[in-house]
């Protein structure tokens, strides 16, 4: 045994120890590796849980991931307007994961069928359900749809393929390799404008990029500055040395450096076409006379002459201006001598960063959505849970990076959920579109505000999470069919605690310690019709199952 892979193993089992005590060793080593080889994508514990489709009929894939303009879809898009008119980038990763020191020619070989049948937007769904389970296919589908209802817009497709063992990949059989360039020009074929690569990761690789930490200090050059306080810096910076602070080593866009719920917007076409144009084609102004700057906030920052050094950055007002010079200069562009207006804010309290985030994005057209976790009510959910031992990520990756165990990490989405299957009796729709509550001002600020209580969030997200926890140790229930039914059992057991529907004050008569008692008759109860209805995820994403669960208590 090679010293990489002594020291993979040591450094798997430590940080399963840490950050997932209840995972296989295999399950944690599928984590692990999409985390690592994926590192710049910041995927969430809960994204990169939501892509892995290992389990029986895999076909070879163990997880898939797909980005639009390196947004993550894991589902369909309500607007497809919001991406560009042109030059839209569609990237697919696709992971086959063994705990093992060996790369097989015949998993190289069903990795590629897999690929070649699922892509094929001909495809039989119904004869494939017989290959591969519903995960796998429901991921494909989604790669489909995208593709056709972006065609007008000459997407470029990207596929990336993986093959992660623990293995040396400098002594890989020639066989395994051919069968892999295969892979890639199969891709190709099938669809038109598409690049495809496929890698072999070893431990080495994977030691490398596991070492390798995220990037806290950036330093910005300056023409001009001016500090009247410590917290505080305005500056004029050549928009060629923007462009080289929002830069990653590898030339992409670095997208840590954007405040997490706000860095996905797309922005108005008119407004981007504006920008474009004032950088492809300059008057004699000023490129800041004409647009408008860029808020940055920081842990901390040190100026030194032309040079601002900044802590732990944060661009939460001018992503439009953002992406517009970074892509302006990753086409091609040039220009040394145009400036934009940056303010450099070191914010005293929490409380205060929440604050300059809405200020600073009032006058935009920003959906409520990407502001959501900056509302007084996610702080004090954030603070409650803690006391209950759980870390509310109402700032992305706020406690991953924290190092805090998985299992205990909630999201926004979670905790949607939760909300929407308990207290709103939308177990499909939280199967279905999770994003929902939080984009529908209605229902959100029917379910977060300060009446309330702080407990029924709690509680809400006690019984999911148990569920969840109850359905992964049942080996016989499919990936799929645990995201399919969780969420009706979680509303059956919060009906049976409480004696009728759940509401925002029957639930506080719940006691979290009689939630794991009642999980298996719910179960039985969840699951035997869920299979008489056909078993699949359009019955759990339609109404059916719904309103017959709804009416056994009526």
């Given amino acids: 045994m090679s010293n990489h892979v002594i020291l993979l193993d040591a450094l798997l089992e430590a940080q399963k120890k840490e950050i997932a005590k209840n995972m296989s060793i295999q399950d944690y080593f599928e984590y692990f590796a999409v985390e690592n080889v994926l590192k710049d994508k910041e995927l969430s514990c809960d994204e990169i849980t939501d892509g892995i489709v290992d389990g029986g009929d895999d076909g070879g894939i163990d997880s898939i991931y797909i980005f639009v303009n390196d947004d993550l879809i894991t589902e369909e898009p309500e607007d497809f307007s919001i991406y560009k008119k042109s030059n839209v980038k569609i990237e697919i990763y696709a992971f086959q994961t063994k705990l093992s020191t060996k790369y097989k020619e015949q998993a190289v070989e069903k990795f590629n069928r897999t690929v070649v049948d699922l892509l094929d937007m001909t495809a039989d769904y119904k004869k494939l359900a017989l290959e591969y389970n519903p995960e796998v296919i429901e991921k494909f589908k989604l790669i489909c749809l995208v593709n056709k209802k972006l065609i007008a817009k000459f997407p470029k497709l990207y596929f990336y393929g993986f093959y992660v063992t623990k293995g040396n990949t400098g002594v890989i059989h020639q066989k395994v390799k051919l069968k892999a360039e295969r892979i890639q020009s199969d891709i190709m074929d099938k669809i038109l404008d598409s690049t495809a690569k496929f890698e072999f990761w070893g431990a080495e690789e994977l030691l490398l990029e596991a070492r390798r930490q995220p990037k806290t200090a950036f330093t910005l050059d300056v023409v001009e500055h001016f500090q009247p306080d410590k917290n505080l810096a305005i500056a004029l910076c050549s928009i060629k040395s923007y462009f080289q602070f929002l830069s990653h080593e590898n030339g992409n866009m670095n997208k840590s450096i954007f405040e997490s ?294």
Wanted: charged residues 25%.
């Fill in 261 to 554: 719920n706000v860095r996905d917007y797309q922005g108005n076409v008119s407004v981007n076409r504006e920008i474009r144009e004032t950088l492809t084609n300059p008057t004699g102004e000023d490129f800041w006379w004409l647009n408008n700057g860029i808020t940055i906030l920081a842990s901390k920052m040190t100026v030194s002459g032309k040079e601002v050094v900044i802590e732990s950055p944060e661009v939460v007002n001018g992503l439009q201006t953002s992406n517009e010079i970074f892509n302006f200069f990753k086409d091609g562009g040039t220009d040394e001598k145009r400036t934009v207006l940056i303010r450099i804010i070191c914010p005293d309290s929490e409380e205060s960063r929440d604050r300059i985030i809405k200020a600073t994005n009032s006058q935009t057209q920003i959906p409520n959505v990407s502001l959501r976790g900056t509302d007084r009510i996610h702080r004090d959910i954030e603070d409650y849970f803690e006391t209950k031992g759980l870390f509310y990520d109402r700032r992305k990756n706020f406690y991953k990076n924290e190092g805090k165990p998985i299992s205990k990490i909630i999201s926004m989405s979670f905790l949607g959920q939760s909300l929407m299957s308990i207290l709103s009796h939308k177990p499909d729709t939280a199967r279905a579109r999770p994003s929902t509550l939080l984009n529908n001002n209605d229902e959100y600020n029917g379910l977060f505000n300060s009446d309330v209580s702080l407990d029924a969030y709690y509680i809400c997200v006690r019984i999911l999470l148990d569920v969840d926890s109850h359905l992964k140790s049942t080996s016989t229930i499919q990936t799929t069919t645990r995201s399919d039914i969780k969420f009706y059992i979680a509303l059956d057991i919060a009906t049976k605690l409480i004696g009728e529907l759940p509401t925002k004050n029957n639930v506080l008569s719940i006691s979290v310690n009689d939630i794991f008692n009642v999980i298996p008759e719910s179960f039985n109860k969840i699951y035997t019709k869920y299979v008489e209805l056909g078993g699949n995820n359009k019955v759990a994403k339609g109404s059916e199952l719904k309103e017959w669960l709804i009416g056994t208590y009526k």
